[in-house]
């Protein structure tokens, strides 16, 4: 059981960063666009 929250919390982990350089991505994205 715990093992398995520890699995989800990294991935959980991975995907913030993920998200956050989607983040970065598409704001560098959009003031090339203005």
């Not at 919390?9 to 993920?18: A, I, L, P, T």
């Amino acid at each position: 059981m715990k093992r398995e929250l520890k699995r989800i919390k990294s991935r959980e982990e991975d995907w913030k960063k993920e998200r956050r350089e989607w983040k970065d991505k598409i704001e560098e994205l959009e003031g090339k666009m203005e």
